[in-house]
Antibody, heavy 121, light 107 residues
Framework: EGQLLESGGGLVQPGGSLRLSCAASGFTFSNYAMTWVRQAPGKGLEWVSGITGSGGSTYYADSVKGRFTISRDNSKNSLDLQMSSLRAEDTAVYYC??????????????WGQGTLVTVSS | DIQMTQSPSSLPASVGDRVTITCRASQSISIYVNWYQQKPGKAPKLLIFNASNLQGGVPSRFSGSGSGTDFTLTISSLQPEDFATYYCQQGYSTPSTFGPGTKLEIK
């Protein structure tokens, strides 16, 4: 099934940038699409971004398009999310999750433990 | 984007109860609904994929059904560890979208 471990969260001022990372183990990383899902405090789940197994295609929610960039390094089994122009409404726990297939993410399993991003002055 | 709704938003229940949570999609999504359980402070856990397939390691008291726009998650006999929030999610198209959640509470 594998394991995922996020890092990089923290407190950042509005308009600032932050880079999240997700280290994968226990599965053939390049064989699976990967995704980021976030959860604002006390709220539900919101899909943020996804990338295919090869890294050739990337997808974004409208709420983050043009501000966030997803990338992966299959040689290092790692997934990143570069976040810029951060807003208060980006405050959330960010989870990385493994997709179901190389090309997509019908379902997400497993999930990392999450990393908290707080955007505040 | 496909909108997912869930009912009820909150469900008081007792150990041993049979409970059903409903999820509805704003358009037909075939069987591409998945269900997750989330406990406070923890990551979501996949329970059911493609409407009715039980993820490995998930107890058989959990079951899912449906196709098209209407889906259900049923827990046949509630156990103490089942009190949590449950989310449906559509995997039919990008962006993937989640329902708002159903909080299963102790009556």
């Amino acid at each position: 099934e594998g394991q995922l471990l996020e890092s990089g969260g923290g407190l950042v001022q509005p308009g600032g940038s932050l880079r999240l990372s997700c280290a994968a183990s226990g599965f053939t990383f390049s064989n699976y699409a990967m995704t980021w899902v976030r959860q604002a405090p006390g709220k539900g789940l919101e899909w943020v971004s996804g990338i295919t197994g090869s890294g050739g295609s990337t997808y974004y929610a409208d709420s983050v398009k043009g501000r966030f960039t997803i990338s992966r390094d299959n040689s290092k089994n790692s997934l990143d999310l570069q976040m810029s122009s951060l807003r208060a409404e980006d405050t959330a726990v960010y989870y990385c999750a493994k997709g179901a297939t190389p090309g997509g993410w019908n379902w997400f399993d497993p999930w990392g433990q999450g990393t908290l991003v707080t955007v505040s002055s | 984007d496909i909108q997912m709704t869930q009912s009820p938003s909150s469900l008081p229940a007792s150990v041993g109860d049979r409970v059903t949570i409903t999820c509805r999609a704003s358009q037909s999504i075939s069987i591409y609904v998945n269900w997750y359980q989330q406990k406070p402070g923890k990551a979501p856990k996949l329970l059911i994929f493609n409407a009715s397939n039980l993820q490995g390691g998930v107890p058989s008291r959990f079951s899912g059904s449906g196709s098209g726009t209407d889906f259900t998650l049923t827990i046949s006999s509630l156990q103490p560890e089942d009190f949590a929030t449950y989310y449906c999610q559509q995997g039919y198209s990008t962006p993937s979208t989640f329902g708002p959640g159903t909080k299963l509470e102790i009556k």
